[in-house]
T-cell receptor
Framework: GDSVTQMEGPVTLSEEAFLTINCTYTATGYPSLFWYVQYPGEGLQLLLKATKADDKGSNKGFEATYRKETTSFHLEKGSVQVSDSAVYFC????????????FGKGTHLIIQP | NAGVTQTPKFQVLKTGQSMTLQCAQDMNHEYMSWYRQDPGMGLRLIHYSVGAGITDQGEVPNGYNVSRSTTEDFPLRLLSAAPSQTSVYFCASQGGWSEKLFFGSGTQLSVL
């Protein structure tokens, strides 16, 4: 079945540092890929997505590129802020989400001032 | 526009009790789903629906029932609660193919 693997946390960085959170996936077809973010006490919110190979999703300074050859969708940001502290989830869907998403276990990001 | 509304926010049950977690969306979305979130496990799909009258099982359906009599509502029923069902439950809806999920704010359930 489908699966998503992302780096374990917590990841602790200083403000203005460069961020990379690794995500790799296993799927039988050509999935859509997503990054969701969860702030304390809240539900998940879509951060960015990519629906086909070589697409780059971007939002709020975060970027991720759909790499079919390495089955990866790594999240990057050039300069993180304290407000970026949250849990980040990589996810995929094979049928456009009609039968739900498969999520990774989440990466807790802590940004120190 | 309320989005996805879940009730209750918190619930404590005794083993063997039954209850229904409510989920309603006002965006006329066809796709709806239920997830549970456990520490170190991410979100796991319980049940999903692609439209009124159509439901199917996800990754961890045992102990849960769902129905979808209307487009707006997608309740999750625990028939006989067990301590293993202690978790945070999220309902989500989606407007169409590869569109983003809208999540409710979650229900924190404890089964003693």
């Amino acid at each position: 079945g489908d699966s998503v693997t992302q780096m374990e946390g917590p990841v602790t960085l200083s403000e203005e540092a460069f961020l990379t959170i690794n995500c790799t996936y296993t799927a039988t077809g050509y999935p859509s890929l997503f990054w969701y973010v969860q702030y304390p006490g809240e539900g998940l919110q879509l951060l960015l997505k990519a629906t086909k190979a070589d697409d780059k999703g971007s939002n709020k300074g975060f970027e991720a590129t759909y790499r079919k050859e390495t089955t990866s969708f790594h999240l990057e940001k050039g300069s993180v802020q304290v407000s970026d502290s949250a849990v980040y989830f990589c996810a995929l869907s094979e049928r456009g989400g009609a039968d739900g998403l498969t999520f990774g276990k989440g990466t807790h990001l802590i940004i120190q001032p | 526009n309320a989005g996805v509304t879940q009730t209750p926010k918190f619930q404590v049950l005794k083993t063997g009790q039954s209850m229904t977690l409510q989920c309603a969306q006002d965006m006329n979305h066809e796709y709806m789903s239920w997830y549970r979130q456990d520490p170190g496990m991410g979100l796991r799909l319980i049940h999903y629906s692609v439209g009124a009258g159509i439901t199917d099982q996800g990754e961890v359906p045992n102990g849960y029932n769902v129905s979808r009599s209307t487009t707006e509502d997608f309740p999750l029923r625990l028939l006989s609660a067990a301590p293993s069902q202690t978790s945070v439950y999220f309902c989500a809806s989606q407007g169409g193919w590869s569109e983003k999920l809208f999540f409710g704010s979650g229900t924190q359930l404890s089964v003693l």
